[in-house]
């Protein structure tokens, strides 16, 4: 069973800084089989990145994802206010057939 | 525009089933599976399984196996997810989500808006 560990839990930053989130495997994963979805309170998730690097239509180019194998990264370069949230990573494809990481939530400090 | 809605809220006693709706529009229903996900309060997100609204054919994750039930009505776009013997733990937001395949990437697109299900006797 392929689990995805998200580091920080908590991630404290101002508007403007740069966030970095990493989700790491237990097992290789195929890099189109990542994605990260962004979800803020009250609402469902959000498609950020699919394939691992790849952003979703009308999503801006501040959110970047990169990674391969074991270890995985999204990368919010300069943090703006609508973006403090709870930020998922998600594979596809292996047993169980879809697992979510824990979440990582970006707060204002 | 692709759009998912699901049904609304419901409350529960515990040992009940509940039986959550999502309607598709905007794109062809049969084309894509559908997946069901939830949250409990406070808490992460958890895949409970898939149904292809084309066959019909279902996966479900083996912690929901023997208690959930995916179905589809073609005719109307719509999916189910119908959870049984229900506990208090079992308290949670259900998403319906569109499972995108495209040259050999995948992801979850669009997300219905929730269906908070709460049991308590």
């Known amino acids: 069973e392929i689990v995805l560990t998200q580091s920080p839990g908590t991630l404290s930053l101002s508007p403007g800084e740069r966030a970095t989130l990493s989700c790491r495997a237990s097992?290789?994963?195929?890099?189109?089989?990542l994605a990260w979805y962004q979800q803020k309170p009250g609402q469902a998730p959000r498609l950020l990145i699919y394939?691992?690097?790849s952003r979703a239509t009308g999503i801006p180019d501040r959110f970047s994802g990169s990674g391969s194998g074991t270890d995985f990264t999204l990368t919010i370069s300069r943090l703006e206010p609508e973006d403090f949230a709870v930020y998922y990573c998600?594979?596809?494809?292996?047993?169980?057939?879809?697992?979510f990481g824990g979440g990582t939530k970006v707060e204002i400090k | 525009q692709v759009q998912l809605v699901q049904s609304g809220a419901e409350v529960k006693k515990p040992g009940a089933s509940v039986k959550v709706s999502c309607k598709a529009s905007?794109?062809?229903?049969?084309?894509?599976?559908m997946h069901w996900v939830r949250q409990a309060p406070g808490q992460g997100l958890e895949w409970m399984g898939r149904?292809?609204?084309?066959?019909?054919?279902?996966n479900y994750a083996q912690k929901f196996q023997g208690r959930v039930t995916m179905t589809r009505d073609t005719s109307i776009s719509t999916a189910y997810m119908e959870l049984s013997r229900l506990r208090s733990d079992d308290t949670a937001v259900y998403y319906c989500?569109?499972?995108?395949?495209?040259?050999?990437?995948?992801?979850?697109?669009?997300w219905g808006q929730g269906t908070l299900v709460t049991v308590s006797s």
């Open positions: 989500a569109r499972f995108v395949a495209v040259a050999g990437t995948y992801w979850f697109d669009p």
């Open positions: 905007g794109y062809t229903f049969t084309g894509y599976y």
């Open positions: 149904i292809n609204p084309n066959s019909g054919g279902t």
């Open positions: 097992q290789s994963v195929s890099s189109s089989y």
């Open positions: 394939g691992a690097s």
């Open positions: 998600q594979q596809y494809g292996s047993s169980p057939l879809v697992t």
